[in-house]
């Protein structure tokens, strides 16, 4: 069997005597899309930065592609692949959209510390951008300041940006919070539309979003793992019934849906 | 944004019109005022090198004096001591200024916000108590006097020796002022803003912050005590003064006032500031004051500082065509670096 891309081994992690994560494990496979979901508070987004490296863990190993990476800065991470989202959009906001994709690109090609050359002469980045911002449908706003961008398209420049440095094992921290419903269906295809050999762990309240998505589901509560299994199994699971889900389903995204 | 590419197009030959004007402003300037415009050019690369960290980094640096100091010491020091001639003088000067920050910065690149403030304060205290304690070798309040100025050998005997000086200091801080504008528009300069906006963000992107904060400092250090070094021949004197905190604070006022986190700003708030004191104080005192109230009117209506004046006017003129009510101050106030710098502060107290 392939390396899995992301494993955790008995990952706990305690802030101030709180213990947010207990024992967690989990394994995701290459190409897989992992959706996270669980009530509020349950620990989700806890969970995608101990993984990013934001946070440290107290206990446990974080595993990517196979590297342990429980010890590295989050920055030292992206160069195992690993890039995540915010639930309010990573991007700089007195920055023009082409900026923010620049400011990424140039990670990818320069050295960290980058001091050579001039940003605006160098053809090769510039084209890459240019480029980058097409495919994004941002070419409109590319002079534009991130600030003055409503909430959907700076979503969409945040992810151009994490594109750009083409991340192996993506995690999504809530992408959909903040479209609007009738944006929803239009984010859901741009999801499926991620190249396959891209690992995704997802967390999301939208169980629209999530159930037409993932490939497995983890169900998080009270800091640790209810129920992991497909979709399927998840949604006939009757913990999860109990804990989130019928509330969730008949809650905000049945009318979504 | 079109304003800005409309100005790019003009910039060279704006560059050009200047290089020639600081050229020829000792044939057409008396003495003093070229006394004062030879101040200006240093104060600006001191304002310049705090801008990297205030303005661009957003690290709000009230010790920047201790950089300066360092240069003004380093050249008098050596100038008393050893008579090292000024070019390797000052180049130990920026050495000494590198250095003092590699030293410092682990501890004061812990912090953020009001504790960076309070730490690199702290730290030019600590350095003017050596400064003032250690009299047998620093001269004590006394500071050390009769630096030789030095002066450029091709043009002795051709020009006045304030205005062989002021050549000098025109050629240094020439080259170190195109330098910093290398820096800030390489990727390095454009991660620093990144820092500036949101630090966390730019480490998700994969940039090892805390090693482009400690580069950005030690560049800033080595800038601050060139101009230092450049000010204590200027003086032949370097005293306590110049490495008090009330001077990190004078040019924190420069770069706000000018425009933080701007190319220009800062030298045109170093202008600003510095003509105020010599042309106000000739019939007041109280020319803190006006640069008060001139400070709190910038901030109010400028909020980006004066180098934003010739936007805000088009901005005004295009409303007022229009017929419409005036707009907004470009950004929303807590936008600009410098407000943020502050919020950040209030935000962490």
């Given amino acids: 069997m392939a390396v899995p891309a992301l494993q955790l081994e008995h990952v706990s992690k305690v802030i101030g005597g709180l213990t947010i994560l207990e024992d967690i494990s989990l394994t995701v496979q290459p190409g897989e899309r992992r959706a996270i979901i669980g009530p509020n508070g349950a620990g989700k987004t806890t969970l995608l930065n101990v993984i990013a490296g934001f946070l440290p863990a107290t206990r446990g190993r974080v595993l990517v592609f196979g590297r342990d990476v429980t010890k590295l800065p989050a920055h030292r991470r992206v160069d195992v692949g690993l890039l995540k989202t915010n639930q309010q959009p990573a991007v700089f906001h007195e920055l023009t959209t082409r900026q923010n994709i620049l400011i990424a690109l140039l990670r990818g090609r320069h050295s960290p510390l980058g001091l050579g050359g001039l940003v605006e002469r160098d053809r090769e980045i510039q084209r890459l951008a240019e480029q980058v911002l097409e495919e994004w449908g941002l070419l409109d706003v590319s002079d534009v300041e991130v600030r003055h961008l409503p909430h959907g398209y700076q979503r969409r420049v945040e992810l151009a940006a994490r594109f750009a440095l083409r991340p192996k094992l993506l995690l999504l921290d809530e992408p959909a919070a903040g479209l609007a419903v009738d944006e929803i269906p239009a984010f859901i295809e741009r999801l499926k539309q991620l190249p396959r050999d891209m690992t995704v762990v997802l967390v999301e309240h939208s169980m629209r979003v999530v159930f037409s998505f993932a490939d497995r589901i983890t169900v998080l509560h009270h800091g640790a793992v209810l129920a992991d299994g497909t979709p399927d199994e998840i949604q006939q699971n009757e913990d999860v019934q109990a804990a989130y889900l019928a509330g969730a389903m008949r809650g905000r995204d049945a009318g979504a849906a | 944004m079109n304003a800005k590419s409309i100005s790019a197009q003009w910039r060279p030959a704006a560059i050009l019109g200047l290089l020639v004007l600081l050229l020829i402003a000792p044939f057409v300037l008396p003495t003093y005022p070229l006394s004062v415009l030879t101040e200006i050019l240093i104060f600006t690369l001191f304002a310049m090198s705090l801008n990297i960290l205030l303005g661009y980094a957003g690290l709000p640096s009230l010790g920047h004096s201790a950089f300066f100091g360092t240069g003004g010491y380093a050249v008098g020091l050596l100038a008393k001591y050893l008579g090292t001639p000024a070019p390797l003088a000052l180049l130990i000067a920026v050495v000494a200024g590198i250095a003092l920050a590699l030293i410092t910065g682990p501890f004061v690149l812990r912090t953020h916000g009001a504790y960076f403030l309070i730490l690199t304060l ?228």
């Fill in chain 2, 122 to 349: 702290s730290l030019t205290q600590v350095l003017f108590g050596i400064v003032w304690l250690w009299r047998r070798v620093t001269g004590g309040d006394d500071g050390l006097p009769g630096i030789p100025t030095p002066k450029l050998p091709f043009l002795l005997g051709r020009v006045s020796d304030t205005a062989n000086f002021y050549y000098l200091t025109l050629i240094v801080v020439g080259i170190a002022i195109a330098t910093i504008a290398w820096v800030v528009r390489s990727p390095f300069g454009l991660a620093l803003v990144g820092i500036r906006e949101n630090e966390r963000y730019l480490e998700g992107l994969g940039y090892p912050t805390w090693t482009l904060k400690y580069v950005a400092y030690a560049l800033a250090g080595g800038y601050g005590a060139l101009a230092g070094g450049l000010f204590a021949y200027f003086k032949g004197f370097v005293g306590p003064g110049q490495i008090s905190w009330l001077l990190a604070g004078e040019g924190m006022v420069m770069v706000i006032l000018g425009g933080a986190g701007t190319f220009w700003g800062p030298a045109i708030g170093t202008i600003l500031v510095l003509l105020l004191r010599y042309e106000v104080s000739a019939f007041t005192q109280r020319w803190v004051m006006i640069l008060g109230i001139v400070f709190i009117l910038t901030v109010l209506l400028l909020p980006q500082g004066i180098v934003r004046l010739p936007n805000r006017i088009r901005e005004i003129r295009a409303q007022l065509r229009r017929e419409a009510p005036l707009p907004r101050p470009t950004a929303p106030a807590h936008h600009t670096p410098s407000e943020r710098a502050v919020e950040r502060v209030i935000e962490r107290s």
